[in-house]
């Protein structure tokens, strides 16, 4: 069924323009709000090169912005741009409105049914971001030595 969705999706999707990491990206800052760039590669699995890499291009196409910590002038965050919350909506308003019609077609109890599956299926998809990103820090703070 992901397939059948998905590939229906994939023009719609297409016309935006993005990889499936800078679509990653932006669905990272739209839920946890303003990060650095470490936090991103962390939480998405890439090294830090090719999350820079990334935000370049999202930065280039006005929907990222990097700004600095008022803290630490060192530090660099990244939020999104109005026209990055846009294009977010535009890229759940392609899901939805494949995802709609399906629904319909379901009673109440079928759906609370996908509802549960498809709260399962984010809370692993956080633990597993959680592993990583700690599994990233204690890397990066015991490097290994001679």
Known sequence: MNRQLHTARLDEWEDL???????????LLERLGP???GNI???????????????DRLVEKG?????????????????LTDAG???LKRFWRIGRERLDPAANL?????????????????????????THASMQSTVEQDPPSD
């Open 35 to 37: 990060l650095r760039m």
């Open 17 to 27: 323009g993005m990889t499936i990491p800078q679509i990653k990206t932006l669905v």
């Open 106 to 130: 379901l009673d109440e109890e079928q759906l609370e049914i996908v509802v549960k599956g498809l709260e399962l299926i984010h809370w692993a998809e956080d633990e597993l971001q959680r």
């Open 85 to 87: 919350e846009e294009t």
């Open 63 to 79: 929907l990222v912005d990097r700004i600095s910590d008022p803290n630490d002038r060192r530090v660099v965050i990244c939020k």
């Open 41 to 55: 590669a962390a939480c998405l699995g890439r090294a830090l090169s090719a999350t820079t890499t990334i935000v």
